[in-house]
């Protein structure tokens, strides 16, 4: 198979006098076509793996309790790819009107992410994926962030790179701007070409290095690429809730994932990427499943010891809940959505400070805040070394 004919062409451009190369890729799918008997051993384990997990969602007692943290989780992993700081603890901590331990910039960014989630999620359920809707989801993440005045919601009009100072001296040097609107409209194409008949997973794979090596944006291609990843599957059906998050694997593979997308663009090696993100699904899927039926047992096991170490009173187990979904919180809002007296919770929250489920971490005696540690843990676990 002859694999150079899937790499792209380079241009020549001019900036300030200083002459440059930049990037255009061919279009999707892959010209040869794919090697798929390399591929099928690794796609049957990832969309077993994606099978056993989206089951996960419908033994959960409350599936959207778990994909609200998971979220989040994620909106961390990938912010941090990108060098933010912000950790778990600090994006709860932020939605808790406290403050974060990190630069109120990286958590903001965060929480862009966030909703930039949220917003796509909602947005898919009757409308298309298509370049309209991405330019929607992008303001959403540079929404007041540090990339607030790099064109939110509007794809580049001049040229952007990635690694050194200027284009001359780049690492890579994506499409220029005068063939921006070409490229993505082919992107868009292929996205609803239903003639192309290739496995979802593959699908994704494909789309994920195109739309990072167009690099559409002038900031949050990144965050948005791995976004991209997770709307495909919920739109293609692969996934019923969207449970799957790639980040904390490119996190930990993190070289090796950027010399994947270069290998794609230098040697047409498509095959080498796909099995290195199949790779990611299977392990990710299989954590998100652990992750998942670890948090279950703990909930059981904690509600087991308020119910039997004494006569458990409806506020205590009212609370008890909450916190499974805020992990973090301060006596207010617990108060607020609790809807119990300020006494009452106090009470509640002395008895569940006794059975070591929760603790509070400002040492203060007003507006004191209590962390769920056991379950903070198992969230954080590849995002941070939790400081409480």
Known sequence: MDKEQRVGKYIKCSVGGENYNAYVPQNLPPKPALNMEELYPLLDQANTALGRLDGMSMVLPDSSLFLYMYVRKEAVLSSQIEGTQSSLSDLLLFETDQAPGAPMDDVTEVSNYVAAMDHG???????????????????????????????????????????????????????????????LGEFEKFLHDETIKLPVLIKVALAHVQFETIHPFLDGNGRLGRLLITFILCVEGVLKEPLLY?????????????????????????????????????????????????????????????ENEGKPT???????????????????????????????????????????IIREITGKDRHKVFVYREYLNILSAGTESLRY
Not at 141 to 170: V, Y
Not at 258 to 266: F, G, K, T, W
Not at 277 to 304: C, P, S
């Open 121 to 183: 999620l909602e947005r898919l359920k009757g409308f298309p994926l298509s370049l309209r809707l991405i330019r929607e989801i992008h303001a959403k993440l540079m929404d007041g962030s540090r990339g607030s005045n790099k064109m939110p919601g509007e794809f580049r009009t001049s040229q952007n790179w990635l690694g050194g100072s200027r284009p001359s001296i780049a690492r890579f040097v994506p499409p220029p701007p005068e063939r921006l609107m070409e490229t």
């Open 246 to 306: 790639l980040s904390l694997y490119f996190k930990s593979n993190r070289q090796a994932y950027y010399d994947h997308l270069q290998s794609v663009r230098e040697t047409g090696d498509w095959e080498g990427w796909i099995k290195f993100f199949l790779t990611g699904v299977v392990d990710t899927a299989n954590q998100a499943t652990e992750t998942a039926q670890a948090i279950l047992k703990l909930f059981k096991k904690d509600r087991a010891r308020i």
């Open 314 to 356: 409806a506020a205590i187990l009212t609370i008890h809940n909450y916190f499974q979904k805020h992990p973090i919180s301060n006596t207010t809002n617990i108060k607020e959505a609790c809807g119990v007296s300020l006494p009452t919770v106090l009470r509640a929250l002395t008895t569940l400070e006794e059975y070591k």
